[in-house]
Structures are given as C-alpha cells and as structure tokens.
C-alpha cells in the first residue's frame, strides 16, 4: 500500500519535469537567478491579493513577501523553498486588523515569531513525520484546487470587490471579447511553459511565458486587467517600527490567540512545503531549522512593518520547476521584489495577469496527485477516504485544519485496526495449568478486548499469561492486566505474568509480585506518565 502512494506522489513528480539539473559554475547561477526572478514576477500579485484579504495595504503584503521570503532563503531548512505572504494566513489576521488595527496585527506577527523560534529550539518541528502519505496526498490535491480557486479572481472585472484578494462572488465576471482575450493569453502562457522545455532550458519555461505573453499585451495594447489594476506597489524600503500597541496584559490576551493559531498554521504549511521540496530534490532533514528560520523572519517582519507568512508551495513548485536547487534563488527572488517596489513598479505594474494566471495553472497541473484517482480503489479503504477528506477540508476550510483532520482520522484508524489485532492461544500444560499465549499490542484501544480473552471462573488453579508475543504500551494496558490480577485473586486462583519488560514490573504495583523474571524478558520501555516524568520513556 504505501509503495502504491509513493508511486501515486513518484508520478505527480517526474509529470512537471523536476530533474535536477547537472550545471555549475555560471550556468547554475544563471539558472538561480532566472528562477528568482520567475517567483518574484509570480509573487506580486499574490502578496497584494493576501494583502487584501487581510485587510491591510498592498505595501504591508509586499514587504512580508521581501523580508520573509529573504531571511528563509539564507537561514531556512531546505534551499528551493520559497515563503511569502499566504492566503492561510491571511484569513485568520482579517479579523484582528478588522477588530483592533493594523498595530496589533504587526504585534501578534513578532509574537508569533517567538513562538516559532521556541517551536524550532524544542525540535518540535520532529513531528512532522507524523503526517502519513494519505495526507500528503489529499493535501498537494487541495493545494492545487486552492490555487486554481484563487486565480479565477482574476477573470473579474478590475475593482469589481478587489477581484484579486476576496468577495470574489460579489464581483463583476469578464464576459464577451475580454473574457475571451484573457482566456487566449492564459493558454499561450500554458503553451509556452509546456512547449518551451522540449526545445530549450537556456531560461526557465515560466519567465518564457510571462514574457512572450507580456510582449504580446503591451505591444499590440490589448486591454486586458494588468498587475497595476490591483493597486499600485511602488514604495520605500521597509523602516523599523515597533508596533505601537500598550504593553499590557490586556494586549498580550488580545494577541495571543491570533500568534498561536498563526504559528501553527504557519509552521504546518511550511513543514509540509519542506517535506514536498525534499521528495523533489532528494533530501532530508531540516524541519527544527525551518521553524526558526520562519520564526526569525516573522519577528523581524513584524518590527518592519509586514503582514507576516510562512513558505508559499505555489511558488516554491515554480521555484524547483524552474531549476533551482540553491538559496541563491530564493535571495534572487526577494531581492528582485524589493527591486520592483523601489525602481520597476511602472513597468511590472503592465504585466497582464492573463500570464501570472496561465504560470499559476501550471503549477496546479505539475501539483495535483493525479495518480491519486487511479489509487483510490486499490488502497485500503480508510486510506482512500483520508485523501479525499483531507482534500475537501483543505478547500473548505484551510490547508492546516485539513492535515491535522487527516492525521487524527489517520491515527484513529491505526488504533481501531491495531485494537482488533489482540490475540490468544490457551492450551494446557502437563502438570494441568492454563497457559494463554498473547500476541498483538495491549494498549489503551485493546484493554477491553484483552480482558475478554481470559475466563477466571472456569480456569484451573494455575494461570500462566505469556507477553512473549505482546507488547504492553501504555498506562491503560498496565492497568488492564492489574484488574486481571485482581480477578483471579479474588477467585484463590495462582497467577503468573511472563516476558513482561523490565519497566512493566516497576510499574505494576497490585500484580507485580506476579511477574516471573526471565533471561529472554524484552526490554521495551511503556509509554506512561510516570515513564516520561522519571525519564524512562524512549525505547524501541
């Protein structure tokens, strides 16, 4: 099963054409600095539109888009990545800003940053590897319908309910000759992105498109909605500011949840954007790095007056597509966009959307599991159904909430298979004991069905229960078999209890004098509270 989800996410990787590329020296830098300055053409818009949702100035969107995407570049846990300004974000800090300022927002974005860099300093970034296949699946599946969902905002009429960043529903639909232009130039940039690669790799596929695309609009002055009908991002460099909120109890009660909830979404988006670059590129590791990484870009975007983020998938998929394997890409990217802030906002203001659109659709093709469909009715079924929830809560809600719905359903399912799997042999011994023989794992999913396989009232005066073939996991399964002991104690019947670890023993208490030491006892350790307040905790 798992081998057939990894070929499911095997097939949707080598579809976008993500080899990694041999060249060093000055084609590698002109391969990195190419794919840099793709992301930061496809980051514009994105940063605005967020920026809108949350109900703060483009600017604020730009310069978290610049300040993060940089510091993650330099310090961050994989190179390819790319972090920016996100829609997941965006959504939890509207109603903060709605309610109590922009202030507050740059507030909670610092504090949100320590949280982070505490997360990074515990290695909690470890528990990533939770996250089963199934989830990964069902999670790049609703990524890419999340992002086909937020380009259809570019086919409303310009300043029809800021048709880029939200009220989508309320505005104005293209309809008629410009509907028609926009869709045409979205397909020539599909084009040239799909074509461009079996003829030449001299420059990414993406910038291709967006610059044929571009040409085409400017030069013949089609009126088609362009990068500037969003709003204008011509500004300054970033200064310090310390967010003027009191520092009070009061405004750290106010913060507080928003940090939480923003660091968590923040840290889940970009671990899983890790783990999808390392299958890209080989690698491993790095996920306690890229919490700090994320967290020290979010302080000091906060102090600079940015909306915060966390890695950007989208963006990151262009990043690799286009051949980057380095930081050097990443650092191209955020230097370019604070270069479009400060000298070139006219000119990248004339980019028709029509061609960051078409960059965009690629994406959605090159990110979509489409071997999922063929899987669905090959897998176990609980794994099948784990990929579409995870894929329609991602939709409906938001890409953190699904992953931590697909694990909880994910390990229920392991803990409801695994409690099925308790098992005994009774066979009788010549000298006229019982003997129950116990395999399968005794934990807290178990304990009932564990207690139904013994029956007191008919055995002999001697029962023997062998753990050879068990393993005994937590304080419900030590508790399971002190209320065997009892039962049989209180009928005078002799119990014993072997191939118990050595830790089982320290931690019965009622039914430890029952436990017969042998040379060939196990030595795993049991998951209790007392284990892990005594240190015991961390076996095989």
């Known amino acids: 099963m798992t081998r057939i989800l990894l070929a499911a996410m095997g097939e949707r990787l080598s579809s976008s054409d993500l080899s990694l590329p041999r060249a060093l020296g000055v084609d590698r830098l002109r391969i990195e600095i190419l794919a840099g300055l793709t992301v930061a053409l496809a980051l514009v818009p994105e940063a605005v539109a967020f920026a809108f949702v949350a109900g703060v100035h483009p600017l604020v969107g730009l310069y978290a888009a610049f300040i993060v995407g940089?510091?993650?570049?330099?310090?961050?846990?994989?190179?390819?990545?790319?972090?920016?300004?996100?829609?997941?974000?965006?959504?939890?800090?509207?109603?903060?800003?709605?309610?109590?300022?922009?202030?507050?927002?740059?507030?909670?974005?610092?504090?949100?940053?320590?949280?982070?860099?505490?997360?990074?300093?515990?290695?909690?970034?470890?528990?990533?590897?939770?996250?089963?296949?199934?989830?990964?699946?069902?999670?790049?599946?609703?990524?890419?319908?999340?992002?086909?969902?937020?380009?259809?905002?570019?086919?409303?009429?310009?300043?029809?309910?800021?048709?880029?960043?939200?009220?989508?529903?309320?505005?104005?639909?293209?309809?008629?000759?410009?509907?028609?232009?926009?869709?045409?130039?979205?397909?020539?940039?599909?084009?040239?992105?799909?074509?461009?690669?079996?003829?030449?790799?001299?420059?990414?596929?993406?910038?291709?498109?967006?610059?044929?695309?571009?040409?085409?609009?400017?030069?013949?002055?089609?009126?088609?909605?362009?990068?500037?009908?969003?709003a204008s991002i011509e500004g300054v460099l970033p200064a310090f500011h310390i967010p003027a909120v009191p520092l009070t109890l009061e405004t750290l009660q106010i913060i507080l949840p928003y940090a939480l909830i923003l660091a968590a979404i923040g840290l889940i988006e970009s671990l899983l954007t890790l783990n999808l670059v390392g299958e890209i590129t080989g690698e491993r590791g790095g996920a306690s790095k890229e919490c700090v990484a994320q967290g020290v870009a979010n302080t000091v975007t906060g102090v600079f007056g940015g909306m915060g983020g966390c890695a950007m998938i989208g963006q990151s998929m262009i990043n690799v597509s286009a051949g980057a394997r380095t930081r050097i890409a990443g650092v191209a990217a955020a230097l370019f966009l604070l270069c479009f802030i400060l000298f070139a906002a006219p000119a990248i203001e004339q980019i028709p959307l029509?061609?960051?659109?078409?960059?965009?659709?690629?994406?959605?093709?090159?990110?979509?599991?489409?071997?999922?469909?063929?899987?669905?009715?090959?897998?176990?079924?609980?794994?099948?159904?784990?990929?579409?929830?995870?894929?329609?809560?991602?939709?409906?809600?938001?890409?953190?909430?699904?992953v931590v719905v697909g694990v909880i359903v994910s390990a229920l399912a392991y803990a409801w298979q695994n409690a099925t799997r308790i098992r005994a042999v009774a066979y009788e011994t010549p000298e006229g004991a019982r003997v129950y023989k116990v395999s399968g794992p005794l934990f807290f999913g178990s304990a009932e069905a564990f207690d139904e396989l013994f029956a007191p009232d008919s055995d002999p005066a001697r029962v023997v229960v062998d753990f050879a073939e068990s393993r005994v996991a937590d304080q419900s399964a030590l508790q399971a078999i002190e209320k065997l002991a009892g039962r049989y104690e209180a009928l005078g019947k002799r119990l014993e209890l072997r191939h118990l670890s050595r830790d089982c023993h320290r931690l019965l208490t009622r039914a430890g004098h029952l436990v017969v030491d042998s040379d060939d006892d196990p030595d795993y350790q049991v998951a209790t509270d007392y284990s892990v307040r005594t240190g015991i905790l961390g076996g095989h």
């Open 70 to 230: 940089l510091i993650t570049a330099l310090i961050g846990g994989r190179p390819g990545m790319i972090s920016g300004a996100t829609g997941a974000l965006a959504v939890v800090m509207v109603s903060l800003v709605a309610e109590h300022g922009v202030e507050y927002l740059f507030a909670a974005v610092v504090l949100m940053g320590v949280i982070q860099i505490a997360a990074g300093l515990f290695r909690l970034g470890k528990f990533i590897r939770l996250v089963p296949h199934p989830v990964m699946l069902g999670f790049v599946n609703g990524l890419a319908i999340v992002i086909f969902l937020a380009q259809l905002g570019q086919f409303q009429v310009p300043g029809s309910a800021e048709h880029a960043g939200h009220g989508m529903a309320n505005g104005e639909w293209l309809s008629g000759a410009p509907l028609y232009t926009m869709l045409a130039l979205v397909a020539l940039t599909m084009g040239v992105i799909w074509l461009l690669p079996r003829l030449t790799r001299a420059i990414p596929a993406p910038l291709a498109g967006i610059a044929i695309t571009a040409a085409i609009v400017i030069g013949f002055g089609l009126d088609v909605p362009r990068v500037g009908d969003m």
């Open 354 to 402: 029509a061609a960051l659109v078409g960059v965009m659709f690629m994406v959605v093709i090159g990110t979509f599991a489409w071997n999922s469909l063929k899987i669905l009715f090959k897998v176990p079924r609980i794994d099948a159904f784990v990929i579409v929830l995870v894929t329609v809560v991602t939709v409906l809600t938001d890409l953190a909430t699904a």
